[in-house]
């Protein structure tokens, strides 16, 4: 259990952790930009010395574009390991003209910080930062073995960092991680994620005739890529919404009954999901909850769809090409390399002669169930408690995030946690990004017990 000292430290210095946040909120690191570059070189190193300060062993790595920050502070080699991850890029903050505030003058009003990164990931990145600074203050020491890996590039897609852990992994070598990059159920409802959808990008050629043809002269002779496209796109669901490629539901791991109630008893609102969305209706798969689609059971959705004449007026032709970019969201326990090729046979299948096909696979990502009741989680349980007065609620995220795969994969920690103190109304990658100081302060409490109860766990 935490000493109450340091909850008490904590309480006490909550002013000075959120002036000493906007400092990290006014450097600019917009990791696709490279006019930023320098920037975001500023951030990593305004992260290197701020955990040197505090009393970590503390290093830049280089990789091919923006660095990673190493850290560490270690007390027993029995004592459990923890990584923390987290990202210290940010999204383009435009359009610029829709900021109350300047995205990178981060300002507070309403109970909350207005920056860009506010929430995704420096605000909920710092929470440890600040929660590590007081432990070591009161206790001199951390209770468990902590290693950090912080990162530049999450928000392109973390291109070097599948390379940076081959060559890093022994120095990462931990029992558990800790990913401060999701978010709360609501605000102030604190949540554990278990799972993340996997994801499949396609994109689909198809190629007619040579060039356009007239219509009148052709017509009647070729088969015509758009209407094609279009009737590949339609076979690929039924009218009642779901999936029609064969196979594709064979390995979904079903909702188990205790999920079921779970999801039920958190009780989605579903007349303001849908004043949000701008729908009359929610519509999906027949079966599940509206809750459960988005997040437990797989999709398909087409992203976009070119081809042909659609400019003013009218032009009478036979179009020589057409596509379109289709994703797949997957659940537990699909395979990506295997829906891609039940994807890839299924339209090859509804193409018929006279058009050439493409396949294009563009982005995959494995889907990830964790363990509830692993003890790790419990002890995680029990500090968001301490940290924000109630028990966290277990949910399912329908997004993925590639970076989980690669520590699953190269560093096979026994459980991961995603936490996140941020809302799902803070606005991240939009204008007027903001982040609660409650949430702010309760996160600080929450790592910093989380630390003393992983020790025994
Ligand atoms: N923090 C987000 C991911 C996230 C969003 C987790 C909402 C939980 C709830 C992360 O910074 C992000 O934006 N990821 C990108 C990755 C992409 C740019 C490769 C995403 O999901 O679009
Ligand atoms: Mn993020
Ligand atoms: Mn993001």
Not at 180 to 198: K, V, W
Request: charged content about 25%; glycine content about 8%.
């Amino acid at each position: 259990m935490i000493p109450r000292e340091i909850l008490d430290k904590i309480d006490e210095n909550r002013t000075r952790y959120v002036e000493e946040l906007l400092g990290f909120l006014r450097i600019p690191s917009i990791s696709t930009y490279s006019h930023h570059a320098a920037d975001v070189r500023r951030a990593a190193d305004w992260v290197l010395h701020h955990l040197k300060r505090i009393g970590f062993q503390a290093k830049i790595c280089r990789t091919e574009r923006h660095p990673v920050v190493l850290a560490h502070s270690l007390v027993h080699p029995d004592a459990p390991t923890l990584l923390i991850y987290g990202h210290y890029d940010v999204q383009p903050p435009e359009p610029l003209e829709e900021w109350i505030s300047p995205p990178f003058s981060p300002s507070i009003r309403d109970g909350c910080v207005y920056a860009r990164g506010a929430s995704d990931d420096k605000g909920q990145l710092f929470t440890y930062l600040k929660a590590m600074e007081a432990v070591l203050a009161v206790a001199g020491n951390l209770p468990i073995n902590v290693k950090l890996l912080v990162e530049g590039e999450e928000e392109i897609g973390s291109p070097s960092l599948g390379r940076f852990l081959v060559e890093h992994r022994d120095e990462l070598q931990c029992d558990a991680i800790a990913i401060s990059d999701s978010s709360q159920f609501g605000q102030g409802i604190p949540a554990i994620t278990y799972a993340l959808r996997g994801l499949c990008y396609l994109q689909v050629d198809l190629q007619g005739p040579r060039f356009d043809l007239h219509s009148g002269s052709f017509g009647g002779l070729v088969a015509n890529p758009v209407q094609v496209l279009a009737e590949i796109l339609a076979g690929l669901k039924t009218l009642d919404g779901r999936v029609a490629i064969p196979g594709f539901y064979d390995d979904v791991v079903d909702l188990d009954q205790q999920e079921r109630e779970m999801m039920d008893a958190l009780k989605l609102d579903e007349d303001a999901l849908k004043e949000y969305l701008g729908v009359d209706e929610l519509t999906g798969e027949p079966g599940y909850s509206p809750f459960e689609r988005k997040t437990a059971r797989p999709t398909l959705d087409v992203n976009g769809i070119w081809g042909g004449f659609s400019g003013e007026g009218a032009k009478t032709i036979i179009p020589a090409r057409a596509g379109a970019k289709v994703s797949m969201r997957l659940v537990p326990n699909q395979k990506p390399e295997k829906i891609n090729r039940l994807f890839s046979d299924f339209v090859h299948s509804m193409t018929p002669r006279g058009i050439k096909l493409e396949i294009t696979e563009l982005h995959g990502a494995t889907p990830v169930l964790i363990q509830r009741d692993h003890a790790v989680m419990k002890a995680a349980s029990r500090a968001i408690e301490i940290g924000f007065g109630r028990t966290p609620v277990h949910v399912r995220e329908g997004i993925s995030i590639p970076v989980v795969n690669l520590f699953e994969e190269l560093l096979e920690p026994e459980s991961i946690l995603m936490l996140g103190w941020g809302s799902p109304d803070d606005g991240t990658h939009s204008p007027n990004e903001r982040f609660h100081l409650d949430d702010f302060h309760r996160g600080i409490r929450a790592v910093a017990a989380l630390l003393y109860e992983m020790k025994g766990a």
